[in-house]
């Protein structure tokens, strides 16, 4: 049994009483005297449990429970009446009360009554928090996400310190995922996610400093992919209710990476189609488009000499037409035959301030603030110089795009000297994208901007690919997009 609980009764014995056997059970106890101190007390949160006095003054035990509710939704409240009081009971549970306790108080009756309060009271958070997490899961299909959900879900429903992902890579587990506080090792959950994996079930593993840890397998169809981890605070001793409770979460998360997978591998087999017909198409259209430029440009010229400025207008306009058509048959060709690399020594710093320099007419008459930042000592990557100047400067004219006449435009490297891998990111606060959008950002063709072709993101996610690396985003709808590019230092 654990949890916060308030108690309120204005008469000291009966207060003091209560708060020892209620300690006795393993509950933190918040003992005060007057409705005044309670309703102060309810304004902060965190009560598992309150139990009110019903005779009280000024204001009684059933008005106290309407303000309980209004402060915390669900909190369960059990109402102390005297003997022969039942009517009163009765009303108290008519106006929301969980059950109601008689004086003097009989330590199993109170101990069976407090324990009933407290597993409702967790079985319809729990429940709530299932629900929630599902529903994240199912209307995701990035797997970053759905790892993130589950790690932020497990801790709070858990009220552990800490919540792990980890996925094999590489024939070891490796954390993708974490929520609560950051753990000051990460080999004790390590051996406790290779414990449940070795085990097939869930577990508990008690580190060298005493501390709790449970661990639960992520399996599906061909066995465990990784494990879900939750480390508990000290001297705080797990129920069996947390291992089922995190049990039930690691099935959600192996379910909702089991779709993932498979959607990714259907999305790759459609694009790998399409770009083959794409590029087939490309082919077919590019002697054309050719003839048509020439023969625009021949127009416009002709128009020009003459003494119709309208007809020349509109001939420069057609010019301008095919020239969209000739880059968007020349990004189609890029994409369906992958560059080879020629890689080299490369300052991304610098590399970067070299696309921002060539991105500054799309800043021209804007408020937007460069935000540029470096971590110090970033070592040289070795990487494909001109390949990776057409992904960072496709993010960010996207980022740009993203943002009206004011904003942040933020950019900088870190490097990471345990993976030996560069971090590059270009974050906007611009209008952000919808989940169906981020799931869609590196489809093929797909594109939000009246005259994108839908090519870019496609093309930066290959070049980032065959350098070994991955492009991961976070954005919010109205609050900006984070896109965040990690690249090996050396070659793999």
């Known amino acids: 049994m654990k949890g916060q609980v308030l108690v309120l009764d204005d008469d000291p014995e009966s207060r003091r009483v209560l708060e020892v056997r209620l300690e006795d059970f393993g509950l933190a106890v918040k003992a005060v005297g007057s409705s005044r101190e309670a309703l102060a007390a309810l304004e902060s949160g965190g009560f598992e449990l309150a139990l009110f006095d019903l005779r009280m003054e000024p204001t009684d035990g059933l008005a106290l429970i309407e303000a309980a509710h209004a402060r915390q939704p669900g909190l369960p409240v059990l109402i102390m009446t005297a003997p022969g009081a039942v009517g009163d009971a009765v009303a108290a549970i008519q106006r929301g009360a969980f059950d109601y306790l008689t004086k003097p108080f009989i330590p199993d009756e109170l101990r069976a009554r407090v324990g009933r309060a407290l597993s409702e009271r967790r079985w319809t958070r729990d429940r709530g928090r299932l629900k ?27 009220e552990a310190e800490r919540a792990v992902v980890f996925l094999f890579e590489g024939g070891q587990v490796v954390p993708m995922a974490s929520a609560g506080t950051q753990p000051k090792a990460w080999e004790p959950l390590q051996a406790a996610a290779a414990a449940a994996i070795e085990k097939g079930a869930p577990t508990r593993v008690t580190g060298e400093d005493g501390r709790v840890a449970l661990a639960a397998p992520l399996v599906v169809k061909n066995g465990p992919v990784g494990a879900l981890v939750v480390e508990c605070a000290e001297r705080v001793s797990p129920t069996e209710e947390d291992l089922e409770l995190l049990a039930l ?17 259907l999305r790759s087999g459609a694009l790998a189609a399409l770009g083959r017909m794409a590029t087939q198409v490309a082919h077919e259209l590019k002697n054309p488009l050719g003839g048509l430029k020439l023969y625009a440009r021949h127009l416009e010229k002709r128009l020009a000499a003459g003494s119709d400025p309208e007809l020349a207008g509109l001939a420069q306009k057609i010019g301008h037409a095919v020239d969209h058509l000739a880059d968007l048959v020349t990004e189609i060709t890029a994409f369906g035959r992958p560059p080879e690399l020629k890689q080299e020594n490369v300052n991304v710093p610098q590399l970067l301030d070299d696309c921002l320099s060539l991105a500054q007419d799309r800043l021209a008459g804007r408020r937007i603030r460069v935000a540029r930042e470096d971590e110090p000592d970033i070592p040289v990557a070795f990487l494909d110089p001109r390949e990776m100047r057409k992904v960072f400067l496709n993010l960010l ?9 004011e904003g942040t435009l933020g950019v900088g490297v870190a490097y990471d000297r345990e993976g030996d891998m560069l971090r590059v990111t270009v974050e906007d606060s611009g209008c952000g994208m919808s989940e169906e959008t981020l799931s869609r950002v590196f489809d093929l063709f797909f594109t939000t901007k009246p005259h994108g072709t839908g090519l870019g993101m496609a093309i930066s996610r290959s070049v980032v690919d065959l350098h070994g690396g991955r492009i991961d985003i976070d954005s919010r709808l109205g609050q900006g997009t984070r896109v965040r590019v990690v690249l090996p230092v050396r070659q793999p």
Do not use: C, P, Y
Not at 132 to 158: C, F, H, N, P, Y
Not at 397 to 405: I, K, V
């Open 397 to 405: 004219l996207n980022a740009l795009d993203a943002m009206g006449d």
């Open 249 to 265: 979460f690691s099935f959600q998360a192996a379910v909702a990476l089991k779709n993932a997978h498979e959607l990714s591998q």
């Open 132 to 158: 929630a997490v599902g529903e994240t899961l199912a209307s995701s299909g990035i797997v970053e996400r759905i790892l993130d959900a589950v790690a932020q879900a497990t801790v709070e429903a858990t």
